[in-house]
């Protein structure tokens, strides 16, 4: 078999091999593990995994490369950021440092606001170089697919400008990104005491502009947490997407229950994401149904809060748990989902072989990209790293600095 590209010697190649789902419960520890393992690539794609001796016999490759000492796996699937915003809140987290609550910083002027104006003053050739370098660091920790939320609009043209955005850099990028709309982020300052009025805007003329732009649509979410979207809003928001034929994704749980979890289930959403404050009941509603629970441990890490999401409990229900950094400019600026395995890991019980389930092939699930990205099987896109590691936990042990020696993304070296 010819081969553009054979990655050989590898100390462990982990292939997350799931075909056709996502890893649940006990499964999400398996990590296809070949020691001594290759994976050979052709026009961009993956053709063959295998020991090293057997593939050095069928593959006749063009370039070879030695990844003695190496782990080799999937490149990392981030799914759930906001990584379009113009501006910083740096000030902002001095403040919540020194004590200030949420309140007092909004009535500063600080808190999501801040970034809406920022976001609503720049143009997309601003947006597209302060993201940039965003990008840049997560493909250098390893990330090839990206999803990215608008939000930071919050009026039709600012909120289509942030998607333009995305469609410039998705030009660029070696990986993969995936756009989502989040009109329904938070309800704008001139909306204040209007929230059912702001809904109507999302419901009759976002959620049409941005549907008249793709075929079909992209992902819709919403923000479902008391001070944002109530549950009732939420269900219009997203039941509206649905009949566009949006995906539906959806922010609940994070500071309070509000039922959002079930609602996600109802209504057949790929992921229901932060699930910090999730009741029981609804974490088996959850790990019994085909939506993917997203994780964000970086987010109360920055916020310096002591709750996470149950991911022991999801997991051992049955359930499909997925890792995302929610990089953001006001609680977690962060790009490296290497930081956010060793976190999972600390702060949710979840091993070293969950953590980078979560962070590749159950991620991709949470994109509705599980046939496509997030493990090395044949023909799936030769998306993959090798790590400065000997074995696969050194992901997690390790922590603040970036393993990653060599990236992949469509069969290409990019670092």
Known sequence: MQ?????????????????????????????????????????????????????????????TIDASGSVVM???????????????????????????TYMEIMAAGGGIMSTVRATRAASIDDLVAQTRPRLDRALAHGTTTVEIKTGYG???????????TIQRLRGEFPGTLVPTFLGAHAIPAEYRGRA????????????????????????????????????????????AARAL????????????PLGGTRLAVEL???????????PPDEIEILAH???IAVALPGTPFGLGHHDYTPARALIDAGGAVALATDCNPGTCWCENMQFMIALACRAMSMTPAEAISAATVNAAHALGLGDRVGSLEPGKR???????????PHLAYRFGTNLVRTAIAGGRIIR
Not at 29 to 56: C, F, K, M, N, W
Not at 382 to 392: C, F, H, K, N, R
């Open 289 to 291: 149904s085909d939506t």
């Open 245 to 256: 034929g949006f995906g539906l994704k959806i922010h609940v749980d994070e500071f309070k």
């Open 268 to 278: 057949g959403a790929t992921s229901a994401d932060h699930l910090v404050c999730t």
């Open 74 to 100: 999937p490149g990392f699937v981030d799914p759930h950021t906001h990584l379009v915003w113009a501006g910083a809140r740096a000030d902002e987290f001095e403040m919540r440092v020194g004590g200030a």
């Open 154 to 164: 919050l009026n039709v043209e600012d909120e289509l400008k942030q998607l333009a």
């Open 382 to 392: 030769a998306d993959l790293i090798l790590l400065d590691a000997p074995s696969y």
């Open 196 to 239: 059912d009025e702001y809904v109507d805007l999302v419901v009759n003329e976002m959620l049409p502009a941005v549907a008249a732009l793709d075929d079909p649509p992209p992902f819709c979410d919403v923000f479902c947490e008391d001070g944002a979207f109530t549950l009732d809003q939420s269900r219009r928001v997203l039941e």
């Open 3 to 63: 081969a553009d590209l054979l990655i050989h010697n590898a100390a462990q190649l982990l292939t997350l091999a799931s075909p056709g789902s996502p890893k649940r419960g006990a499964a999400m520890g398996e990590l296809g593990i070949i020691e001594g393992g290759a994976v050979a690539i052709r026009d961009g794609l993956i053709v063959a995994t295998g020991p090293s001796e057997q593939l050095a016999q069928e593959i006749l490759a063009e370039h």
